[in-house]
């Protein structure tokens, strides 16, 4: 099945752009790697009227500043994964960034387009989320700022609005965290059927100073578990403390039954899968490779 009929146009300015976002609102759809638009015109479940061709845009700079590493929406996966930036100071991103697909997805895709599909699934939310991002939205009237927990908004839903596109993300730098991504998925490259991001902190005594815990696959957004992370927080990161985290998000999570398994099986796997994550995620934070 091809697409339906439609228009096309590559505007060479952000404001073009954020113009004809303006004038077609919810009939124009953004294309820039489109690894997930392409998919959805072909089996016609997006009938748009325009495709605002967006890979023309100055939207791919990766650079720091206040401590915080800031990304253009069309930095495309594989450089979250080969970028030395972004490795030396946000490594989990670019674990996240392997398991997308496969070469020629990451090769094109970008991480602007999987925030703004917002799979539930998906690594790169999950990981935003764990982060503690926060988001550029821009439109004709103005910018504003939207953190990464709240952008999710359902099962491929966010806060954009028709007129607004999404250009920066800005992730806190964490000098000297742990960090790990463990994922269960049915072959490689595909979306996780439940993945966890970990990002762990030690103070100078040895004890958690921070821990976030992030899960994709387990609800309609990412999902953080806030008590599992208080669980961790001022204690030794001893192996019993960890495993009585991972039970704590394990029992918080209430995932759905689908076509491919049980919403037990996905809560099982989560605690399994917690526990991995925090225990690389320590080991990390402690210098050990």
């Not at 000098?175 to 463990?182: C, F, H, L, N, T």
């Not at 990412?222 to 009585?244: I, M, N, Q, S």
């Amino acid at each position: 099945m091809s697409a339906h009929p439609l228009e096309y146009a590559a505007p060479e300015t952000l404001e073009d752009a954020l113009a004809l976002l303006a004038t077609h609102g919810p009939e124009a759809k953004v294309l820039a790697g489109g690894q997930s638009l392409v998919p959805l015109l072909n089996y016609r479940l997006a009938r748009p009227r325009l495709i605002v061709d967006i890979n023309g845009l100055p939207l791919a700079s990766v650079h720091a500043d206040d401590g915080r590493l800031r990304l253009g929406a069309l930095t495309r996966h594989h450089e979250l994964e080969e970028s030395p930036e972004i490795t030396r100071r946000c490594p989990l991103l670019g674990e996240a960034a392997r398991l997308v697909g496969n070469v020629r997805v990451r090769s094109l895709g970008t991480l602007g387009g999987s925030l703004a599909h917002a799979d539930p699934a998906a690594e790169l939310p999950m990981a935003m989320v764990a982060l503690d991002a926060h988001l550029t939205l821009a439109s004709s009237s103005g910018h504003r700022t939207v953190p990464a927990r709240e952008f999710f908004r359902g099962y491929l839903t966010t806060a954009l609005a028709p007129d607004e596109l999404l250009t920066e993300i800005a992730v806190p730098v964490v000098p000297g965290a742990g960090w790990a991504i463990e994922e269960f998925s049915r072959r490689p490259g595909d979306f996780a059927i439940v993945g966890v991001a970990a990002l762990v902190s030690l103070d100078r005594h040895g004890h958690v100073e921070d821990a976030r815990l992030a899960f994709a696959g387990v609800g309609d957004r990412p999902v953080r578990v806030p008590a599992a992370e208080d669980a961790l927080r001022g204690g030794e990161p001893a192996d019993a403390r960890l495993a009585r985290a991972a039970e704590i998000a394990r029992d918080a999570l209430e995932p759905a039954s689908d076509a491919f398994v049980s919403g037990a099986y996905r809560r099982l796997l989560a605690g399994v899968l917690c526990r991995r994550a925090l225990g690389r995620a320590v080991a990390r934070a402690l210098g050990v490779p």
